[in-house]
């Protein structure tokens, strides 16, 4: 169905612009996108040991379990049209606007059984047909933050893939996703933001053609010049549309069949959100912790602003040089010797 379609995997930590860059996408003609995060590869493993197509489904897409672990409820009576499915509404939409449901219900069915690469073919077919367009489509956009661990995969399954690895400040991440976490997982999501960044950085120079890198604040505050250089790189035509991001949840646009997009609007994102007041979402001993462990990473990628905070908020050090701090500062070692992967900057479009 799309033989000359390019797919475009858009990655990176979450909340750094993955959801943004999709919904812009989207406005533009030749881009049909998934607007639901299908973590198909992520959890392809663990479908091994289920044997329910039903309850292999609902793992596959992430609907979750009740809150006792008992078995989800039935596929048949729980998912129809027009329904609001958690956030996965993107599947309640195929059921909604498809033509034929009930082969949409049982295709959906079958591709929790049929693979990664299977599913997802299976679930961009059911998206044309469900959302059809007058214009080819010449690229197929997927968006799942932690497919960056299955590049491997991916690129297996589809040789001729691109990446869009998607970049934001840390203390902005952090900071947005602050009341979800408890205070000893700052340092394993600075830690996840740089494994993040090395991912792409190892990726850039074995297929420089095929991984981009895109900075959220250069998205926000500067959309038309970003979107610009990100036209020429996939060799696609720039158009006003891809500064108009889509409702994804509403899907405005699908419901009239076609793909007229509103007109331009100033600012895709208001510039003022993309620097968090951090003090506001995190405690100064938080701060203290994520600037720590941040690294050459974090100015390789030209962001400078932990600076600022670590000297106005600097570490204390335990007044002993005991075990305990002996161990840190010997993991802080093992951790520098990363600083070899961004000596040279990697291009960020």
């Known amino acids: ?54 309850q292999k489904f609902l793992h596959l897409t992430g609907r979750p379990y009740d809150n006792n672990n008992k078995r989800p409820q039935d596929f048949a009576n729980d998912i129809e049209p027009n329904q609001n499915w958690d956030q996965h509404k993107f599947y309640t939409d195929l059921l909604t606007y498809h033509p034929n449901p009930e082969r949409c219900r049982e295709q959906l069915f079958a591709i929790a059984s049929a693979g990664p690469k299977a599913a997802l073919q299976a679930v961009f077919a059911l998206s044309e047909e469900a959302f059809p367009s007058d214009h080819r489509t010449r690229f197929l956009v997927e968006k799942t933050p932690e497919h960056e661990y299955h590049i491997e995969r991916i690129r297996r399954d589809f040789p001729n893939s691109i990446f869009i690895h998607m970049i934001r400040d840390p203390f902005d991440v952090i900071a947005s996703r602050s009341k979800g976490f408890k205070k000893r997982n700052y340092v394993q999501e600075t830690l996840n933001w740089r494994h993040s960044i090395k991912i792409f950085v190892e990726n ?51 419901k009239s069949h076609t793909h007229q997009a509103n007109a331009p609007r100033d600012g895709v994102v208001d510039a003022n959100l993309t620097h968090r007041n951090i003090e506001e979402d995190l405690k100064i001993d938080d701060i203290r912790t994520i600037g720590s462990w941040l690294g050459r990473a974090y100015s390789a990628c030209g962001f400078e602003r932990h600076k600022r905070y670590m000297k ?23 951790l ?4 070899l992967y961004f000596r040279s900057r990697s291009q960020l479009i």
């Not at 858009?10 to 881009?31: A, K, M, N, Q, Y």
């Not at 038309?224 to 994804?248: H, I, R, Y």
């Open 1 to 54: 169905m799309f033989p000359d379609a390019t797919n475009i995997f858009v990655v990176g930590r979450p909340r750094s612009g993955t959801t943004l860059i999709v919904r812009l996408f989207d406005s533009h003609p030749e881009f049909l996108t998934i607007n639901s995060e299908t973590i198909f590869y992520v959890r392809a493993e663990q479908l091994k040991s289920i044997s329910n197509p039903e």
């Open 204 to 254: 850039k120079k074995k297929f420089p053609d095929r991984h981009f890198a895109i900075r959220f604040e250069d998205l926000t505050r500067h959309p038309q010049a970003t979107m610009e250089k990100l036209a020429k790189l996939l060799d696609f035509n720039f158009s006003e549309v891809l500064l108009t991001p889509t409702d994804l949840r509403g899907r405005q646009k699908w």
């Open 312 to 334: 106005q908020f600097p570490p204390v050090f335990p007044p002993n040089m005991n075990k305990k701090y002996l161990l840190y500062l010997f993991a802080r070692r093992v």
């Open 336 to 339: 520098i010797a990363d600083f």
